[in-house]
Structure formats: structure tokens, C-alpha cells
């Protein structure tokens, strides 16, 4: 059994099935690269995965336990952390304090905190910003706030929603970067992302929704020649390109 899975589960909001009957199982630390087009299904398979929201029906596992029905807070304690397509940095506190609210989840120390959140800081290249307030960085600060707050919490598997839209192509490379890093602390990863090349670079595995089923699941390459998925998502051109 690996570290995560979905079985058949499906979620509806009023009359819509956003999710229908979707399974997938994920190993203890692969990247696994989730696409498709807007509206797919995508974001709500993490606020399922990480308990902002309960399944209609189905089962959601980490670590071999049963999640689906668990709060958020209780979930990412397990080990299971998300960040949020729409970046959400405490606006009124500095980026230091940001991430040690992430620590702080898991020790009510607060130098262990503030060292922590610290080192996390350097490795994420923040360190310049350190003493500005969350509502006054740039995009691509804020995205790398969000994954270094959720990286404080000592995640075992962390849930990367779009955290390179909107970024210069420089900025995507250096995001591109900190996923490697991430996957060398052994945490497993699940991305979100429609930049086609960071997704095919970066994932062991991609699996595709689509009118949220489950089109398509394999290895970027297997993916990229899907008949299915070139006419659902990626179009000619880019089955032409690879
Ligand atoms: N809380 C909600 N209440 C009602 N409908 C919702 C809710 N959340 C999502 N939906 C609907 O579920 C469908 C899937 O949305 P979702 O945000 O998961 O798509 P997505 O694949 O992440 O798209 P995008 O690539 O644009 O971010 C959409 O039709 C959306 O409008
Ligand atoms: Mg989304």
C-alpha cells in the first residue's frame, strides 16, 4: 500500500458532480503531476486530500489510515500539508512569523519555532524578504512563502497547488528547483500545475481529470501520447512537440 490513496471517491456540490469515482494510489516519495482543464476537478481532489471539505462517498488513506472525515488541522499533523491556489499569507505579519506558524503546529517552542522557520527560510531563498509584512511581496514571494509555511510543518507529503502561475519564466526555474529540494527531504509530492513543461520535467507520474474522472494515469510520456488526454487537455500541438 503506498502512502496515499483515493478509492473511489466522488464529491457533488448541489447538482454537480465535481469528482466522480476516482481512484489512484501514490508511493512514499514520488512527484505525481495532477492536470487538467479548468474546472477538471483538480483543486477540489486537495481540499478532499486535506480536509477542507468531506467527501460525498469513498475513501481517502495516508500513512494506511482512514483521513476522509478528519479537520484540516488534524491532517496536515499527520503529516499531510496543502498551500492554496490563491495564496493566503497572514497579511499583517512579517514572512519570518509566517512560517513559524507553520512550526509552531508542531512544537510550542517558540526558539525551536523561529529556528526552524529560520533555516527554512534560507533554503527557500527568502531570506531578503525575512522582515516584510505577508501583503507586501510579490507574487513569487508570496507562492514561495506558501510552500515554505507549509514545508514548517514537517510534512511527510505536501499538496502543491499551481505555485508557479504567474511567475517570469526565471522564477518557474527556481520553483522547479525548490520541488527537487523538497523531494530530497523524502517528502511525496502531489502537484497541480498547467505550465506543461515543469510538469512533464518534474513528475514520476501524472494522472489527468477531466469533467472529474480520471482519464489517465502513467508516466509523462505514456500522458503525452494518450489520445484521450491530447483531446481533452493538451491539444496537437503539444503531442507534435514532444
Ligand atoms: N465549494 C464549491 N461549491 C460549488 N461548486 C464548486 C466548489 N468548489 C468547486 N466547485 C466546482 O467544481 C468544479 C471543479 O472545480 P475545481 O476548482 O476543483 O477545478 P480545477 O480543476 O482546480 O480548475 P482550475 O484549473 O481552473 O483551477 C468546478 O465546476 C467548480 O465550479
Ligand atoms: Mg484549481
Avoid: W
Avoid at 529560520?118 to 509584512?133: D, F, R, S
Avoid at 501583503?135 to 507549509?150: C, F, P, Q, S
Avoid at 497541480?192 to 469533467?211: C, W
Wanted: hydrophobic share 40%; net charge neutral; with cysteine.
Amino acid at each position: 500500500m503506498g502512502i496515499f490513496q483515493f478509492k473511489n471517491v466522488s464529491k457533488v456540490f448541489g447538482g454537480l458532480r465535481a469528482i466522480d469515482d476516482v481512484s489512484f494510489s501514490i508511493d512514499q516519495g514520488e512527484i505525481i503531476g495532477l492536470i487538467g482543464p479548468n474546472g477538471a476537478g483538480k483543486t477540489t481532489i486537495f481540499s478532499l486530500a486535506s480536509g477542507f471539505t468531506p467527501p460525498t462517498s469513498g475513501k481517502i488513506f495516508f500513512k494506511e489510515n482512514r483521513i476522509d472525515g478528519l479537520a484540516s488541522d488534524q491532517i496536515c499533523k499527520k503529516g499531510l500539508c496543502r498551500t492554496f491556489q490563491v495564496v493566503k499569507p497572514f497579511g499583517d505579519m512579517n514572512v519570518l512569523d509566517n512560517i513559524m506558524v507553520g512550526s509552531l503546529l508542531h512544537t510550542a517552542n517558540m526558539k525551536k519555532a523561529q529556528e526552524e522557520a529560520l533555516e527554512i527560510l534560507y533554503t527557500l531563498g527568502l531570506v531578503g524578504v525575512k522582515e516584510q509584512m505577508g501583503k507586501n511581496l510579490t507574487i513569487a514571494d508570496r507562492k514561495r512563502l506558501e510552500i515554505a509555511r507549509a514545508l514548517a510543518t514537517h510534512p511527510k507529503m505536501i499538496l502543491l497547488d499551481e505555485v508557479m502561475a504567474g511567475l517570469t519564466s526565471v522564477e518557474t526555474r527556481e520553483v522547479i528547483e525548490m520541488i527537487r529540494q523538497i523531494q530530497k527531504r523524502n517528502i511525496t509530492i502531489l502537484l497541480i500545475e498547467h505550465i506543461m513543461q515543469a510538469i512533464m520535467s518534474l513528475s514520476d507520474r501524472i494522472i489527468v481529470i477531466h469533467h472529474g474522472q480520471k482519464i489517465s494515469e502513467g508516466n509523462p510520456k505514456a500522458v503525452s501520447n494518450d489520445e484521450q488526454v491530447i483531446k481533452a487537455y493538451l491539444g496537437e500541438e503539444y503531442h507534435e512537440l514532444t
